[in-house]
């Protein structure tokens, strides 16, 4: 099997960047958000065998929150699918859920890469969910390139025991970012918002996830949060919305302190941290580092490549707010600053012996 690693993260990190800089590398396949394309760790690694159509439905089912979003007029930046249209849409039957940011990573016809899938996977014999996946790893790699698979999502973190579980001998990056930057492009993103809106749903309601939601729970919640579970929304309930920048510094630091503690219990030498400000100041070293870490070679190409996509200039933001919003917004980010001091490991290179 090939090297498999995971990168993980709090989103707003650079992540997306680091997923193009990785999809031109020849050796590696770059999975973009395909975690976050499959919804959560029930669904998409259910624990009970599975069929070549039962796996493929995981992979071709749209993600019911991403279509809501497209449809009432708020598409995440990060939807590819979106941008170049296909013959799939959230109006009609909804974006499978390949479609919608892995695919078009990889090809510029994510729809005929659909089918071609399709074709193949509905075709498996029963196996484990973990089974199914890196057999698709294979074949995506197959067709795409790349002796080293790397998945990138945003929003991420809290998938790492399930994926540890499911993949023993995968690696993790923790890319991170400093808090208050990443908090305030955070607070400027709606999916972000969208997910602080959907957090007090659920506290309003008093469940823990939206599966417990009853309809006696929904006419108890204000209009303005109960309007967010139609099937389209007024996209000013999200975008208008007053939210102070200390609640993006809390759930940045929350994250954060929840990645970390995952991070901690996997073996030593299974996962490492980037910080995304010592990928712009230092990118050929940072990224040579990687590349090794990932299982892949450094090449002078693609350091070249990569490092002339990558400024410096892109950080410091937070430090131009109003000094009062300033220190707000780094109080709430102190614990996850400090989660990320006591969880820091260096970049290693793959282990030769292993290759699973």
């Known amino acids: 099997m090939r090297p498999l690693t995971f990168v993980v993260g709090t989103g707003r ?24 394309s499959l919804r959560d760790p029930g669904h998409a690694l ?13 992979l071709a089912a749209p993600n019911p929150v991403f279509d809501t979003m497209t449809r009432s007029g708020i598409p995440l930046p990060e939807f590819l699918y979106t941008r170049r249209p296909g013959r799939h849409s959230a109006e009609t039957g909804g974006i499978p859920a390949l479609c919608l940011m892995v695919l078009p990573h990889l090809t510029d016809d994510p729809d005929a890469a659909l089918d071609a899938l399709a074709a193949e996977v509905t075709s498996w014999p029963a196996g484990t969910a973990p089974a199914h996946h890196q057999a698709l790893f294979d074949l995506l790699a197959r067709r795409y390139g790349g002796a080293a698979v790397v998945e990138r999502s945003g929003y991420s973190v809290s998938w790492i025991p399930a994926l540890h579980r499911a993949f023993p001998h995968a690696r993790f990056v923790h890319l991170h970012r ?23 749903l659920r506290e309003r309601a008093g469940v823990a996830t939206f599966a417990d939601l009853t309809p006696r729970h929904v006419a ?8 967010l579970l139609a099937d389209r929304f007024d996209p000013a309930l999200v975008l208008d919305r007053d939210i102070p920048l200390a609640r993006f510094g809390a759930l940045w630091s929350r994250i954060v302190t929840d990645g970390s503690a995952h991070l901690n219990a996997l073996p030593a030498d299974q996962w490492a941290t980037l910080a995304y400000e010592d990928l712009l100041d230092h990118p050929r070293r940072e990224l040579t580092a990687l590349a090794r870490f990932l299982g892949a070679e450094p090449t002078r190409d693609w350091l070249d490549h990569a490092a002339a996509r990558l400024s410096p200039a892109h950080r410091g933001a937070a430090a131009r707010l109003p000094s009062e919003e300033r220190r707000a917004l780094e109080r709430a980010c102190a614990p996850g600053a400090a989660a990320l001091t006591a969880a820091h490991r260096p970049l290693t290179p793959w282990p030769t012996d292993r290759t699973g």
């Not at 259910?46 to 995981?58: A, H, K, S, Y």
């Not at 108890?220 to 309007?227: F, G, K, M, S, T």
């Open 13 to 36: 990190s650079g992540s997306t960047a680091l997923s193009t800089l990785l999809n031109a590398h020849p050796g590696v396949l770059s999975l973009n958000e395909f975690l976050a």
């Open 46 to 58: 259910p624990d009970r065998p599975l069929t070549g159509e039962e796996f493929w439905r995981i």
């Open 178 to 200: 400093h808090g208050p930057d990443c908090a305030l492009s955070m607070s400027r993103h709606v999916g972000y918002r969208t997910i602080l809106l959907l957090r007090d």
């Open 220 to 227: 108890e919640l204000p209009p303005d949060l109960a309007a």
